[in-house]
């Protein structure tokens, strides 16, 4: 057992790092935003490693072999960075100027907002790899950054619960309403985007298309 904890242990700690860069550089660009161009797209970011019991659950369903090598090659989201955005297009302003740098590599983009999901969920999901540097040399890790709005996150959050409280089986009316809170929270987006682009005019977010 302490054998397993100790390999595992070794096994996450560049999750931890690749999350640590990733948390770095959304900091950085916020902080950037906040000091020279008045406006911050950046609302709150927050992170998660995958527990061991997570990743057990993941192999099951993936029907991945149970070795870290098997483990590393087919779970990319044990590394996970959310980043809440105010507005739809922030979304994709945030994930083009994080994905135009030169250690971010673009592994997969799963765009939840463009194609919602059938319960309604909605975030726009990238898979990167970035670099981590190690006593012993750099290695390439994956993380999964989740993008989307407030309105969104506030739906996914709840909706989270409830899955869980149901253990899965969300009953019909429930199932009916939250999809027909996504509706809402999609309206709100769409209007507060019309307004906020109404009070601030052009900016450097325009020409972004909004998924409606
Ligand atoms: P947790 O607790 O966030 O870790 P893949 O990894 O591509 O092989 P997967 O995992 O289905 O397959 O990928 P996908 O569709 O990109 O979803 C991964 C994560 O997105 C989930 O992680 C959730 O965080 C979030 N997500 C996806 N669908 C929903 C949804 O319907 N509702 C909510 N609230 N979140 C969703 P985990 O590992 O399931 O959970």
Known sequence: MRAFRESFARFIMPYKFGIDEVTTKVSIL????????????????SSRLKSAESIEQKIVRKQCEPSYDAI??????????RIVCSFVSD??????????????HVLRVKDYIAAPKPNGYKSLHAIVEIPVFLSEGSVLVPVEI??????????????????????????AGILRDLTAAADTAN???????????????AGPTDGIPIAI
């Open 91 to 104: 979304v994709y302003h945030v994930f083009d100027l994080l994905t135009a740098q030169e250690d971010v």
């Open 72 to 81: 590393r090659e087919s779970i990319t989201d044990i590394a996970g960075v």
């Open 187 to 201: 309206d709100l987006d769409v209007t507060m985007e019309k307004l906020h682009h109404q009070v601030r005019g």
């Open 146 to 171: 989740q993008l989307r709005t407030v309105a969104m996150d506030f739906w996914a959050s709840l909706e989270h619960k409830i899955y869980y409280k149901y253990d899965g089986d969300v009953p």
């Open 30 to 45: 916020r902080e950037e935003f906040s000091e020279l161009h008045e406006y911050n797209p950046i609302e709150h970011i």
